[in-house]
C-alpha cells in the first residue's frame, strides 16, 4: 500500500531563515508526486508535479525537488506570507489508463514570523 | 472559467439524518476523489471515480456512499452511519497527465 510521511509536522521559521520539508514515500511505481500549499479554510493550491528522480522545479522561493525515496521543498528567504500547511502526494502508476489513489501526507504547517 | 466547485460551503446535520455534498467539475476530467480532513490533518481518501458509473472506495469509506452518473458529478452522501462525520470535506479532479484540482470544500458540522 502506497504511504507518505511528512517532517517535520510543524516548522516556525523567523522571516528570512531558510529550511526544506521532507516528504518520504513508498509506491509501487510513481508516475508523479504533487507539492499543495492549502491556507486555513481553504483548498488545496497546486505547486508543482515531479515525475522522475533527480527532477527539480522553481517557484518564486519555493523549490522542489525528488529521489527515488523522497522530496524535499525548499523554501528560501521565507516570508510571513508563506505561512501555510504544505501538502505532498503520490500518484500511483494503477496499469493502462487507470488513474488510482491519490495519497496524501499528513502535512507541514509553515509559520513565518516577521 | 474551467474548475470544480462544492456546494454548499457550511452544512449543518442532525443526529440521524443523511446529508449529500455537492462536487461539479467543467475541466472534462475523468477522475474524481472525495477526501475528508480532519483539525490538523492531511487529506483521507473517502472514494474516487474514474470513470462514469464507476467507483471505488478509499481508505474511510464507511458511513458514506457516492454515485457518478455524469462525468461532471461526483455528489457525496455522508449517511446516518457515519458516527463522527464533522469534517472538511474536498473533492477534486484529475485529467490525463494534470495535477489534482481541488474545490474550495465543504465544512460539516453535526448539531
Known amino acids: 500500500e502506497d504511504q507518505v510521511t511528512q517532517s517535520p509536522e510543524a516548522l516556525r521559521l523567523q522571516e528570512g531563515e531558510s529550511s526544506s520539508l521532507n516528504c518520504s514515500y513508498t509506491?509501487?511505481?510513481?508516475?508523479?508526486l504533487f507539492w499543495y500549499r492549502q491556507d486555513p479554510g481553504k483548498g488545496p493550491e497546486f505547486l508543482f508535479t515531479?515525475?522522475?528522480a533527480g527532477e527539480e522545479k522553481e517557484k518564486e522561493r519555493l523549490k522542489a525537488t525528488l529521489t527515488k525515496k523522497e522530496s524535499f521543498l525548499h523554501i528560501t528567504a521565507p516570508k510571513p506570507e508563506d505561512s501555510a500547511t504544505y501538502l505532498c502526494?503520490?500518484?500511483?502508476?494503477?496499469?493502462?489508463?487507470?488513474?488510482?489513489?491519490?495519497?496524501f501526507g499528513q502535512g507541514t504547517i509553515l509559520t513565518v514570523h516577521p | 472559467d474551467g474548475g470544480i466547485t462544492q456546494s454548499p460551503k457550511y452544512l449543518f446535520r442532525k443526529e440521524g439524518q443523511n446529508v449529500t455534498l455537492s462536487c461539479e467539475q467543467n475541466l472534462n476530467h475523468d477522475a474524481m476523489y472525495w477526501y475528508r480532513q480532519d483539525p490538523g490533518q492531511g487529506l483521507r481518501l473517502i472514494y474516487y471515480?474514474?470513470?462514469?458509473?464507476?467507483?471505488q472506495k478509499g481508505d474511510i469509506a464507511e458511513g458514506y456512499s457516492v454515485s457518478r452518473e455524469k462525468k461532471e458529478s461526483f455528489p457525496l452522501t455522508v449517511t446516518s452511519a457515519q458516527k463522527n462525520p464533522t469534517a472538511f470535506y474536498l473533492c477534486a479532479s484529475m485529467g490525463d497527465r494534470t495535477e489534482a484540482f481541488f474545490g474550495q470544500g465543504t465544512r460539516l458540522t453535526v448539531v
Open positions: 471515480s474514474q470513470i462514469v458509473n464507476d467507483f
Open positions: 515531479l515525475y522522475s
Open positions: 502526494a503520490v500518484h500511483p502508476y494503477a496499469g493502462g489508463t487507470s488513474y488510482g489513489k491519490l495519497t
Open positions: 509506491v509501487s511505481g510513481l508516475r508523479g
